[in-house]
């Protein structure tokens, strides 16, 4: 595995593999790897030929308030795990080196509608900078193929949006949310989580699924079911941020009319944010 830092290092080797006719798939992440992760990787070695994987803490993404200081940092081990699952280039830029100007003079990629509301609505100009850098990376790698995960459903379909509507030729695929033998969506930040408090967020997934045989019963009062849910969250301890039912493709308000949804959960449980989905397909 190359360990890559430099953007003309990167270049070079992409230019070279695709000379020689190879395929590349991306897998952008923030690091503090985990099995979730992984699973990424192990998608994009089965559909191209050469796997590139970024470690890169995106400042632009960050509000206020929030843990860009404390996001966790685990480069050894984040490089142990990738190499041993045979990835080509780990690509480790920094700040500097993707924003050579600063965060204030960097021109930005905004994707209105479907990045509003929901987690764009509670961080606001989150999903700015996550489609900026992903826009930087997609430019740097050319991938034929980028994996994202599932767990962040919203992003995912801001980054299929972004890159049909700037014509980008990357075919974004999403994985399968990883999970915990308790159901719990693995995270980065459950790290932050203690033993108890783990086996208290079980209730985020297991209120999804409530949710989920409420509509597959036949009920369609959707917003009676979000309440309900959101009361079962709240008896557990969770604070409330969002716990919608949306269609699946545009994120918009599920109507009577609608058969693929998405029912989209973030909470907090403490300090940590918790997010979720479930995807309902209604016969």
């Keep these: 595995m190359q360990s890559i830092t430099e953007i003309k290092s990167l270049r070079s080797q992409i230019k070279a593999w695709r000379q020689a006719g190879l395929s590349v798939a991306l897998v952008p992440t923030m690091g503090n790897l985990h ?17 590139v994987v970024s470690i890169f803490v995106n400042p632009m993404q960050f509000g206020v308030n929030e843990d860009l200081d404390n996001y ?23 700040v500097e080196a993707i924003y050579p100007n600063g965060l204030d003079a960097q021109s930005f990629v905004d994707v209105p509608n479907i990045s509003m509301g929901y987690c764009g609505g509670s961080r606001p100009g989150h999903f700015r900078g996550v489609a900026t850098v992903v826009t930087k990376l997609f430019n740097l790698v050319q991938p ?33 949310t990883s999970r915990e033998v308790s159901g719990l ?47 079962q969250l709240e008896q557990a301890g969770l604070k409330i941020d969002y716990f919608e039912i ?9 109507t009577l009319n609608d058969s693929q949804l998405v029912i989209l959960a973030a909470a907090f449980l403490g300090p940590v944010r918790l997010i979720d989905n479930l995807l309902v397909d209604i016969i």
């Design 72 to 94: 966790p940092r685990t480069l050894i081990a984040d490089k142990q795990g990738l190499a041993e699952l045979g990835t080509d280039i780990v690509f480790t830029p920094s």
């Design 35 to 51: 099995q979730g992760h992984f699973s990424l990787v192990e998608k994009a070695k089965n559909m191209a030929d050469k796997v």
């Design 185 to 231: 969506a693995m995270s980065s930040r459950n790290g932050y989580l203690s033993e108890a408090q783990k086996e208290t967020a079980t209730v985020l997934f297991k209120t999804l699924n409530w949710s989920a045989e409420q509509l597959n019963s036949g009920l369609r009062d959707f917003d009676d079911i979000c309440r309900q849910a959101k009361q």
């Design 144 to 176: 034929d193929y980028a994996c994202f995960g599932e767990k962040d459903y919203q992003q995912l379909q801001v980054i299929k949006t972004m890159a049909h509507d700037l014509s980008i030729p990357v075919e974004i695929i999403g994985v399968a």
């Design 246 to 254: 949306a269609q699946r493709d545009t994120l918009k308000k599920a």
